[in-house]
Structure formats: structure tokens, C-alpha cells
């Protein structure tokens, strides 16, 4: 110390050499050659890019043939297995961790000693008749073990006999055109509905209504073969012996049937199994083609009310009830034996924390479990995700993290009703509620070769047409030009052809939970079909033991670029989401989907205006909240560019309110008969799970208004769904306020 001190004297003893010291100095300091410190927004442009260049074809092409070598179906070996695999790959890739979250949920699968089938049967109780057993397997796949036959998960056991009744589509429209139009009565029939146009579960349930005994679905060549094209292996159609499954619950958002609510832990209380959620109370069978012409080439009584009604079979498509002329006495009876039973099932769970906002979440997560192979529905989604977790781990091996932490899923029992997803928001509700940012749903990548697909919140609207315009797009002639190009010259929105078409969320896959009952901004991509000039549903092997690696390979995306170009798209949705300073949303889109969605509700009431007037229903109070929120969120936008961002604080208000404005169109309570859809601007229509429907409180009450026998409570529950959206979204404004 002393030392130190007499240097110090000896240093300002010495003014002149002071001040020759410091002038050399400052010229040395100004004459150096300047180096540039990469600032913040260049290091942030290379990892974006970085991430992005790491993601190879090859790759996906890899893991989609490694997770569809066998059969994976939840509840099963071979799918526990396959989520080691994966944890152990996310473990090596470098997340900070990779769990498995266990549950109990009830599934279903078909009785091995007593097979399902259908058959025609004689006045003496003959069968004539039966079905095929089981799918004739794909070449290569012969001496694989463990393929349970097609079934229709949780249908209820039974061999009822009856009559035959063809209702098309299964639709509520059919089931009205059948009883209201024709005088056709569907109790105590055994009715038989052709797959698509909607989820099955909603056909079931219509049958139900009916008063059916039993249902059998079948595809349709007019909806499951595209014209010209040979069924697989030589080409992508359906082949006459394959049959869709899936399952035919209506859970309506509640997850595991016998823990709804809460999640199907060993503490759980659990209904019995005879009691469980949306469990329907008939039999439901699928066939395939070929087994459904023959039952329906003998149907007699009415003809089909119209060409919509006919498909491509070499068939009448007469309606019944019951079969024509030498028929006439033989019915259908129906063999269903499937079990229900509660069984394990597991997620893999995988973390990146982030560096400076670890309590902000940013999930990406998508389904494992498949129906067979799953060569297109999950794994074209699982096989992306693989490579999108790989490249993050490698920036972050690198030495980089995400500010804000990036949760990646791959979950469990999709297929037996979002069981995994819903399970584990349940027993993360409360922790999600307060730090999820957004999830992006990473299901099957394609579902057909044409272009993009998107379905998200309004929130994500500016952010998804400015990343797709990044992406080089995959698509033959369109070399050279991003994804938003292709995208907007082959599907422009119908409202502005001058942006390219986003769909509303509805249901159908994980994100279920994370939107419809919780709030979080949600969205999903993917490739598909062409809408307008595809007249097929879904793509023509879905859920069939057709599924296979070779499929993707010969026919979907032989170079592997499409699922490319998807996991770039999800993988800088992620990483946006997540290492942005400021939330990439744009609450003013939000405003702009309002108006047109209340526009069009109230057009959809104008077709009642007697009523209207008569009963004093009014949309003001709606108009007016939603001009409201309009106006909140351009002053909220306006303060965000004014913003300090070298100050956190300031910054982290602003993102809060960023993040809870989803959050608030929850209503707690729930729509009417439906209190686990609790979005208030978005539902799954009640007629049709995989669509989504805007206002569908309002909405719900108008459908079918004028055949209900009390007008006046009917148009007052539409009065009440109008203010309980009205005070919503004036809530909603709310929250965009500047803060105190």
C-alpha cells in the first residue's frame, strides 16, 4: 500500500509527463484502425440465419424414416420406446434437459379374440356377408407385427341388427334434409355416412341424435381418390381394401374422459369408465370402398335427393330405409367389441432456457403417436421437429441462448383426443397462464404437396407474412421466389387478394388446449392440397396402413424440401417469438379480424330482421367495443415505437400486455354447453371440430333459431351471447391501455 501511494506521488509530482502520456494516448486512440463490435442486431441476424442453414432435407428424411419403421400406437411399447429415442436424441443435441411426463388416461383398441366387423344377414339371421378383418399391408410391410385392424377408437361395444339408412356426409344439414324434408326417420336404424367434409366424432354424435342403433363409415372414392391417379403402392389414392380410423369422441376440450378438468394423475379421482366425457353410446365401424358397395348396391326405398348426395361408387345411392326387391328382408348386423381401458402414456418434455426472460415461455410442440406407420400424420410433423430442436441445440452448443425459454413437446395420444397436449396444460394451467408467449403447433407438415397452409391468432399475421417471405419457396417454377410468393398466387385471401389466405384455429390437433381454454397465441403451418381444383378430403390414405415412409418419398416430397421449408417456417416462428425484444404481434390485425368477423355475424342475423326488431336484439354494443378496441390497439402500437428500449422495465410492460391480450378473450366460464372453449372470438364449430367458427357464442345460438318452439328465449340467449362478446373485447381494449 505504501508502494502504491508514493507511485501516485510520483505520478502527479509530474504534470508535463501526465500530460505527454495522455496526449499519446488519445492520438493513438483516434489514429488505430476501428474494429468492428458486432452489435446486438448483428448477432442476432446470424443466429437467425445460422439456425436456418443448419436445417438439412436429408435430415427429415432420416428421422421420418427411423420413427415409421414400425407401429407406434399410443398406449404401446413400441411408442414408449420411440419417446426414449427421441428424449435421448434432445439430450444429445444439447437441451438443458429432456423429460418423460407420464399419465393415465383411457384409450382404446379393438379385441383381438372378437374381431369388429359388419355384416348383411338373412330372415333366418344368416350372415350372407361380412367385411373385411383386416387392411391387405402394403408391399415390404407383410411380416411386420403389432397393426391393429381399422377401428373407430371408443366406439361402444354391441351387435345391433337393423335396417340400413345412407346419410351422406353424416352432417346435421343431412340429417335435416332426411327427417324435415324427406319424412325419413333414422330411430332404431343402423345408418351408414361417408367420411369427410367433417370430423367423424360430429357425425356420431348426429346419429346419436337420430336415434340410430349403429353407425359404419366408409371413404368414398369421390373424397379419398383423386382423378387419374393409381391407388398405392403405384400411385397416392386409396386402395378399396383400406379404412380410415380415428376416434368418435366428443370431448369437447375436456381431455382425458375420465378426468376432465384435471390431469389423469395417480391422485386423480376418475369417473368410471362407463361414464367418461363425450364416450358414444352406439356402435361405430369403419370400412373401406370396397366393402361399402356392396352393402350399398342393394339399398332401395328413396332415391338420393340430389347429385351431392351421389358419390363415385358404381351405385344407386338410393337411401333406404332397409335393401331393394330380393333384399328386402335381410338387415345389417353390426359386430363391435372394442375395449376401453386406462393405460399409460408419455410426453417428452425438452427445455432451452432462456438467458434474459427464463420465465417467458415460447412452446413448440407436436404429436408422436400414430394410428400405423404415421408416414404423413404425425411424422412428417415429428420428423421436423427433430431437426428444428437439433439446430437450436446446436447454436446454443455454440454458445448462444434464446432470451426467452423455448419449450419443445412431443406428445402423446393425439389420435385417442389431444390426450398428451391437454393432459399436460392441465397440470401446468396455472404456470402457463402467467409466462406462455405463444405455441406453434408442429403436427404433420404436409397434407398435401400445393402450398402453405396457415391457421393462427390474428396476432401472428404480420409476423407469419414477413417470415414466409425469407423462406425460399419449394414449389416447381417458383424458383428463386419466397414462400409468400407462391403462397399468395395460389390461395390470396378471399376478403384482400392482396395477402395470401389465413385460417381461423379450430380443433383437431395439440393446440387445442393452449388457445381454445387457456388463451396462449397459437398457430400452425403446413403444406396442403389445392382447395379449389382437390376435391378429395384430408389426402386419400389418412389413418390407414397406406401411411408409409415410401408414401413421402415417391409421392408427397421426394426431395424433402416441402418438410424443409416448413421446419424453416416453424423454426423462425420460434425463434422470433422467443429472442425478439419486443413480442412479434400486431394487436391492430386483431382489430381489423373483429370487424370482420362481428360484420359478419350481424349479416347472418339481418336474414331474421322481424326478429330482430321484435325481440330488441341489437349488435350496437358489439360494433362499439370492437371500434374500441380498434382504437387501443393503434394507440398501443403507437406507444411501442416510442418505447425506451434500452430500458427493461419499459419494455417488459409493454411485452406483458402483448402476451395477456389472448388471454383476455377467456371467459372462465365457458361457451354455453362447452365450458372448456372458453375463447370468446374463437371456437371449433359445434357441427364440425376441425373448423373453427368466430363468435361462436352468438353464432351457436342462432343456428337452427327459427324451428325453436320458444322464439322469445331463443333470440334473448342471442341478445346475452352478444353482450357477453360485446364486454369482451371492450375488456380486451382494456388491457391495451396505457399502464398507471
Not at 442486431?41 to 443448419?54: F, P, T
Not at 371456437?683 to 352468438?698: D, L, R, T, V
Request: glycine residues 8%; aromatic residues 12%.
Amino acid at each position: 500500500m505504501a508502494r502504491s501511494k508514493a507511485t501516485l506521488c510520483a505520478w502527479l509530482g509530474c504534470p508535463g509527463l501526465l500530460g505527454c502520456f495522455l496526449l499519446g494516448f488519445l492520438a493513438g486512440w483516434f489514429m488505430k484502425p476501428t474494429e468492428k463490435t458486432p452489435s446486438s442486431s448483428d448477432v442476432y441476424q446470424n443466429v437467425r440465419q445460422k439456425l436456418v442453414a443448419e436445417m438439412k432435407a436429408e435430415n427429415i428424411k432420416q428421422f421420418l424414416r427411423s420413427f415409421t419403421k414400425l407401429p407406434h400406437l399410443a398406449g404401446t411399447e413400441q411408442n414408449l420406446l420411440l419417446a426414449k429415442q427421441i428424449q435421448g436424441q434432445w439430450k444429445d443435441f444439447g437441451l438443458d434437459s429432456a423429460e418423460l411426463v407420464h399419465y393415465d388416461v383411457l384409450l382404446s383398441y379393438p379385441n383381438e379374440k372378437q374381431p369388429n366387423y359388419i355384416s348383411v344377414i338373412d330372415d333366418q339371421g344368416n350372415e350372407i356377408f361380412n367385411t373385411s378383418l383386416f387392411e391387405p399391408p402394403p408391399q415390404g410391410y407383410e411380416n411386420v407385427t403389432d397393426i391393429l385392424p381399422p377401428y373407430n377408437a371408443f366406439s361402444a361395444q354391441g351387435v345391433p341388427e337393423a335396417e340400413l339408412v345412407y346419410v351422406n356426409y353424416g352432417r346435421t344439414e343431412d340429417f335435416f334434409k332426411l327427417e324435415r324434408e324427406m319424412g325419413i326417420n333414422c330411430t332404431g336404424k343402423i345408418v351408414i355416412a361417408r367420411y369427410g367434409k367433417i370430423f367423424r366424432g360430429n357425425k356420431v354424435k348426429n346419429a346419436i341424435l337420430a336415434g340410430a342403433q349403429g353407425i359404419i363409415l366408409y371413404s368414398d372414392p369421390a373424397d379419398y381418390c383423386a382423378p387419374g391417379v393409381d391407388p398405392y403402392p403405384d400411385g397416392w389414392n386409396l386402395p378399396g381394401g383400406g379404412a380410415q380410423r380415428g376416434n368418435v369422441l366428443n370431448l369437447n376440450g375436456a381431455g382425458d374422459p375420465l378426468t376432465p378438468g384435471y390431469p389423469a394423475k395417480e391422485y386423480a379421482f376418475r369417473y368410471k369408465v362407463n361414464e367418461g366425457v363425450g364416450i358414444p353410446k352406439i356402435p361405430v365401424h369403419p370400412i373401406g370402398y370396397h366393402d361399402a358397395e356392396v352393402l350399398l348396391r342393394a339399398m332401395g326405398g328413396r332415391a338420393a335427393p340430389d347429385s351431392s348426395w351421389k358419390g363415385s361408387l358404381n351405385v344407386s345411392y338410393n337411401i333406404g330405409p332397409g335393401f331393394a326387391d330380393n333384399s328386402s328382408t335381410r338387415k345389417v348386423r353390426m359386430h363391435v367389441h372394442t375395449n376401453n381401458k386406462i393405460t399409460r402414456i408419455y410426453n417428452v418434455i425438452g427445455i432451452l432456457r432462456g438467458a434474459v426472460e427464463p420465465d417467458r415461455y415460447v412452446i413448440l410442440g407436436g404429436h408422436r403417436d400414430s394410428w400405423v406407420f404415421g408416414g404423413i400424420d404425425p411424422t412428417t410433423g415429428a420428423a421436423v421437429l427433430q431437426e428444428v430442436v437439433r439446430s437450436f441445440g446446436k447454436m446454443k452448443m455454440e454458445g448462444w441462448r434464446p432470451k426467452r425459454t423455448v419449450i419443445f413437446a412431443s406428445w402423446d395420444a393425439e389420435e385417442f383426443g389431444l390426450l398428451g397436449s391437454t393432459e399436460w396444460a392441465e397440470e401446468n394451467a396455472r404456470v402457463l397462464q402467467e409466462r406462455a408467449v405463444a405455441y406453434i403447433n408442429t403436427d404433420s407438415s404436409i397434407e398435401g404437396n400445393y402450398t402453405l397452409r396457415v391457421d393462427c391468432t390474428p396476432l401472428l399475421y404480420k409476423l407469419v407474412y414477413n417470415l414466409t417471405k425469407e423462406v425460399l419457396s419449394p414449389d416447381e417454377g417458383y424458383e428463386n421466389k419466397s414462400l409468400y410468393d407462391s403462397w399468395l398466387e395460389k390461395d390470396p385471401s378471399t376478403d384482400n387478394n392482396s395477402y395470401p389466405r389465413i385460417n381461423k384455429l379450430g380443433s383437431g390437433s395439440d393446440f387445442e388446449a393452449y388457445f381454445q381454454r387457456l388463451g396462449i397465441a397459437s398457430g400452425r403451418v403446413r403444406y396442403t392440397k389445392n382447395r379449389k381444383a382437390d376435391k378429395f378430403s384430408n389426402y386419400p390414405v389418412y389413418h390407414t396402413v397406406y401411411e408409409t415412409f415410401e408414401l413421402v418419398e415417391k409421392f408427397y416430397d421426394p426431395t424433402f424440401k416441402k418438410q424443409l421449408a416448413i421446419a424453416q417456417l416453424r423454426g423462425k416462428l420460434v425463434y422470433e417469438l422467443a429472442d425478439s425484444q419486443v413480442i412479434p404481434f400486431d394487436c391492430r390485425d386483431y382489430g381489423e379480424a373483429l370487424k370482420g368477423y362481428s360484420n359478419r355475424i350481424y349479416k347472418l342475423a339481418k336474414k331474421h330482421e322481424e326478429q330482430l326488431k321484435t325481440y330488441k336484439v341489437s349488435f350496437d354494443p358489439l360494433f362499439s367495443a370492437v371500434v374500441n378496441f380498434s382504437k387501443a390497439a393503434a394507440e398501443f402500437h403507437r406507444r411501442l415505437e416510442q418505447v425506451d428500449k434500452k430500458d427493461p422495465v419499459a419494455v417488459r410492460i409493454m411485452n406483458d400486455q402483448l402476451m395477456f391480450i389472448e388471454r383476455a378473450f377467456i371467459d372462465p366460464l365457458g361457451l354455453p354447453g362447452r365450458k372448456f372453449y372458453r375463447h370468446v372470438i374463437f371456437a371449433p364449430s359445434s357441427h364440425n371440430k376441425y373448423a373453427g367458427e368466430s363468435f361462436p357464442g352468438i353464432y351457436d345460438a342462432m343456428f337452427d333459431i327459427e324451428s325453436k318452439a320458444d322464439q322469445r328465449g331463443a333470440w334473448q340467449e342471442v341478445q346475452r351471447q352478444i353482450s357477453i362478446a360485446a364486454f369482451t373485447v371492450q375488456a380486451a381494449a382494456g388491457t391495451l391501455q396505457e399502464v398507471a
